[in-house]
């Protein structure tokens, strides 16, 4: 879980303009179109873990209205009602003490159960279930392979990341079924690999101050982030499943 406000403010600056927060929060979309066919702003969403509300101004956009969202953080509350979105405070330990009784059609839950231990992140998936109505949708991106871990994750307090494998356990333990899967972004995958490996390469050799790390969360300016873009959009429309990436998006239903 990130304590750090500056992170906060990191994201809250650039997660709308940012290559790899359209192309996630794209990913979203286009999971909620497939499974509900015709466009429904009534449909009830839920952002569980929303950060500063960058998916939920998104889905704003596109015409979904019936929109709420929860987080720990004081500090991504704020920038959340900043946006004007319905955000107050949440624990994804405690998803029933969220607006107790009341189900919805989609949870999304994007890199933040990472904090949890697997136990609780069973808990967690039950818990989005039991709050499903009927032909409701689940949608969770998760950090991917130890490989990928860097400064990043240093600074954002995530202290592992998974495979696949690890997360078909849990659904099944959850009473879910994963209907599908990708790791992405699988053609950027080296050069995010190379420059991770060379921050541990300087971390191990005390290069960096591990106890004042910022993420590598930073826009790279337009021409480039459309060009990464471009790329990971495309890879996404050739590739239905991909065999790596540094980051897991998932669609689950009940069993």
Request: a neutral charge; proline letters at 3%; hydrophobic letters at 40%.
């Amino acid at each position: 879980m990130i304590e750090n406000r500056l992170e906060y403010q990191r994201m809250y600056e650039t997660e709308r303009k940012l290559w790899w927060y359209q192309v996630l929060h794209g990913k979203v979309l286009s999971q909620i179109r497939k499974h509900f066919k015709a466009l429904d702003p009534d449909l009830k969403i839920l952002d569980a873990a929303c950060g500063t509300g960058g998916l939920l101004s998104f889905l704003k956009e596109k015409g979904y209205s019936n929109l709420r969202g929860f987080d720990y953080s004081q500090h991504a509350i704020d920038f959340s009602k900043e946006r004007g979105l319905n955000v107050v405070f949440g624990d994804l330990r405690k998803v029933d003490a969220f607006e107790p009784g009341e189900t919805f059609d989609i949870i999304t839950c994007n890199d933040a159960l990472y904090f949890l231990t697997d136990e609780e992140i069973v808990r967690a998936l039950n818990a989005f279930k039991t709050r499903l109505n009927r032909n409701g949708l689940i949608i969770i991106n998760i950090h991917a392979f130890e490989a990928f871990s860097g400064t990043h994750d240093l600074a954002v307090g995530s202290s592992r990341r998974f495979k696949l494998d690890q997360f078909q356990a849990f659904a099944k333990a959850a009473g879910l079924r994963i209907n599908h899967n990708t790791y992405w972004p699988f053609a950027l995958s080296l050069p995010i690999l190379a420059v991770r490996q060379w921050q541990n390469y300087r971390i191990r050799n005390k290069k960096v101050n591990v106890e004042a790390l910022d993420s590598d969360v930073e826009y790279p300016g337009d021409a480039v982030n459309a060009v990464l873009k471009a790329i990971t959009n495309t890879e996404s429309a050739i590739l239905g499943n991909a065999p790596f990436g540094s980051s897991l998006f998932m669609t689950m239903q009940p069993a």
